[in-house]
C-alpha cells in the first residue's frame, strides 16, 4: 500500500509508474527495469524483508545508472545497515519526497521525514489506484473471519498509533502521532471500489483502525446507509466498552476483529506497557461474542519481564474470553521498541543479525514451547543456530527459509496458524 500511495501521488503529476510487488509474485526485476528504463527506482524496505532487499538490490545497482531510493518501516528506524550504494534513504512518509525527487529537487543521503514531514490530514492525498493490484494474486478473502467475501480489497486509512505498548516499534517508526482520513473520504472511495470492482469486503490494515471511536462511528454510520452492503474487517483495540458502537459497527458490515490481547494478567499487562485492564477486555469480548462479531486476539509471549505465572494467566485468560481464533508468537526483538532497548542492555540474547533484529535465549525456547514440532520456523531457528555455531552466514530465519532452503517451502503446505498460513499460502503461490 505504501508504494501504492506514492504511485497514485506521481501518477497523478504526470509522471509514468511501474509498480513490481515481488512478495505476492517473484519476477523479472531486471528485465522490468530494462523494459520500463526509469530515471529513479524506489524500493519498499521493512526488516523482515531486510535480507531480500539486500539480494535485490544487489542484483539491480550493477545493472542500471536510475538512482536507488529505499523507504519504508526499516529505512525509518535503521538507516545506517542500507549500503552505501543507495543513493537515497527516506525516513517517514514518501509521497512528497519521492514527488520532489522525481520534479528534480535535490535531496541529502538520508532524508529524516519521519517527524517534521508528517502529512497531518490524510485527506490531502488520495488512496492507492487499485489498477496496479487487481489482476494480482493477492488474498481477495478473509476466512480469518469466516466471512463468504470474495472481492476483498485492502484499504490503510490511518498511519501510527497512540499507544506505546513495550514490544512493538509503531513509535519508533511513526512517533505517535496519528493521523487519518475522515471517515467520509474513507466511505466515498469504498462507494468507488464497490463500483468500479465490485468489491464485497474491506479488510483495514493498519497498525489500528479504531484509535478515534469518534471516527469508527461516523465511518459506520455513513457504512450503513449505503444502497449496498459490504462486509469488512479491521485491526482493533479491546478497549471499545460501548456497546452500542460495537454493534454499529455489526450492523454497518464489520466481521471481524484482530486485537491484540498480549496478557492475561494485570501485572503482565502493566509490563507490557498495554494501558488497558482484563475488566475492560472482559467487557469488549463479551460483547463481541455476544454480538456475533469474529475476533482473532494475539499475544506476543516471553517478552522481557514475563514470568511463568503470567503465561499461565494467559492461557486461562484465552478460555475465559474465548476469541474466535487466537494465536500466541514468542517474541522477537524487531528494532527499535522499548523491549528491544531493554534486551540490549540486559545483554539476553545469542544474536543480533545484520537487520538489527535481537534473538533472546527466552525467544529460542518460547518459540519451541509454542509452535507444533513440525512448524517450519522451528527448523529456520535451528538451522540458524547451526550457522551461528559453525560460524558460517550470518542469515536471519525468514531468510534461510526462502532463500537458502527452497526445498522446505513443501512444509508449508502442512503448516496450519489461522493467521501465518495466509503468509504461507502467499509464499506457495509466489
Ligand atoms: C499489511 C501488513 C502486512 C501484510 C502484508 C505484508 C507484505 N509483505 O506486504 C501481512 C499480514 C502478510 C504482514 C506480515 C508481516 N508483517 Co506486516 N504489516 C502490514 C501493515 C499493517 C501495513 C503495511 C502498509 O500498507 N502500510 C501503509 C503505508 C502507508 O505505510 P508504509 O508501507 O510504511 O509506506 C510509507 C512509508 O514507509 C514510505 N515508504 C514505503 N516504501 C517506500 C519506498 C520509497 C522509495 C520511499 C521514498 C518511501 C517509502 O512512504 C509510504 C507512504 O507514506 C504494516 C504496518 C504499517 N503501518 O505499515 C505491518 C508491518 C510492515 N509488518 C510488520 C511485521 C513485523 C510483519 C511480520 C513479521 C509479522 C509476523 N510476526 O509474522 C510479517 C512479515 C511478512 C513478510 N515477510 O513480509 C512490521 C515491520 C516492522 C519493521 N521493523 O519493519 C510492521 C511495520 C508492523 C509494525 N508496526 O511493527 N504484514
Ligand atoms: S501494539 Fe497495537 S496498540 Fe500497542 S502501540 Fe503497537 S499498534 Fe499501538
Redesign the pocket.
Known sequence: MGLGYIARILEDNGIQVLLVDNYVREQDTLRAIEQFDPQIIGLYMHTPGFYVALDLLETIRPATTAKIVVGGPHASLMPETIPDYVDHVVQGEGEHVMLEMCQGVEFPRIVNNSVSGRITKLDVIKFPDYKHFINEAYNWEFELYGSKASKVLTMHTSRS?P???SF?G??AIWTRRYTYFSADVIVNEIDHLVETYGADGIYFRE??FTANHKRVRRFAELLKQRDYSIEWACEA?ADITDPSLIELMYESGCRGLYV?VESGDDGGLDKKKKDLDLATMRQFFATTNSVGLATYATFAIGTPGETEEEIKATEDFIAEINPTSHDKFAYLGLPKSQDYHTLLETKDYYHIDSSGIIYSEKFFEMAHRLYDSADPRLFFLKEQKRFLAENKDELSATELASYRFPGIISDLHNFKSSQNDFVAKRALES
Open positions: 498509533c499507544y506505546r505498548c512493538c509503531v513509535e497498525d489500528l483495540r491484540g
